[in-house]
């Protein structure tokens, strides 16, 4: 049986909208997948923010990206990607080097020691993904992903 997030927070008034519950709804189910990846990733020394970088730069291959396109890339909105660089770079997961004229342009790219982690941490992302979605079949998730689509069409 599903739980009801009312229920879940021991609210007793109802919500103010279905557009209300619906919105809290995808917060706190956020929430709680942000706190199993934080969770899952925290042996290994890195967040989700992290992860991600490595996910994005494995895919953008051996051209890297510069900060902007990275940035641009991140799931989730990062307000100093450049700070955020510095610490992965400082831990030898990424390396940055100017190669054009324009100075202000530092593509970054994965080190070896990033590409290992990012590759090492495909199973057990896909393990976690079956633990925390696997129990709805390919339809739900199929209509998930529909919904949580169309839902951004607007923002």
Same mark, same amino acid.
């Given at each position: 049986?599903?739980?009801? @997030?009312?229920?879940? /927070? &021991?609210?007793?008034?109802?919500?103010?909208?279905?557009?209300?519950?619906?919105? @809290?709804?995808?917060?706190? =189910?956020?929430?709680?997948?942000?706190?199993?990846?934080?969770?899952?990733?925290?042996?290994?020394?890195?967040?989700?923010?992290?992860?991600?970088?490595?996910?994005?730069?494995?895919? *953008?291959?051996?051209?890297?990206?510069? &900060?902007?396109?990275?940035?641009?890339?991140?799931?989730?909105?990062?307000?100093?990607? =450049?700070?955020?660089?510095?610490?992965?770079?400082?831990?030898?997961?990424?390396?940055?080097?100017?190669?054009? =004229?324009?100075?202000?342009?530092?593509?970054? &790219?994965?080190?070896?020691?990033?590409?290992?982690?990012?590759?090492?941490?495909?199973?057990?992302?896909?393990?976690?993904?079956?633990?925390?979605?696997?129990?709805?079949?390919?339809?739900? /998730?199929?209509? @998930?992903?529909? /919904?949580?689509? @169309? *839902?951004?069409?607007?923002?």
């Amino acid at each position: 049986m599903p739980t009801d @997030l009312r229920s879940e /927070l &021991r609210q007793r008034k109802p919500f103010d909208s279905l557009q209300q519950e619906a919105h @809290l709804n995808l917060v706190r =189910t956020f929430a709680l997948l942000q706190d199993a990846f934080e969770q899952l990733f925290k042996p290994y020394g890195i967040s989700n923010t992290q992860y991600n970088v490595l996910r994005i730069l494995r895919g *953008a291959e051996l051209g890297g990206l510069c &900060r902007n396109e990275l940035r641009d890339r991140l799931l989730t909105r990062m307000p100093d990607v =450049t700070r955020l660089l510095d610490r992965m770079e400082e831990v030898g997961l990424v390396e940055r080097a100017r190669e054009s =004229t324009d100075r202000r342009q530092v593509t970054t &790219r994965l080190t070896k020691q990033g590409r290992r982690l990012v590759d090492e941490l495909d199973e057990v992302v896909a393990a976690e993904h079956q633990r925390t979605l696997g129990h709805l079949n390919k339809t739900q /998730l199929a209509s @998930l992903v529909a /919904l949580l689509s @169309l *839902a951004r069409e607007k923002l």
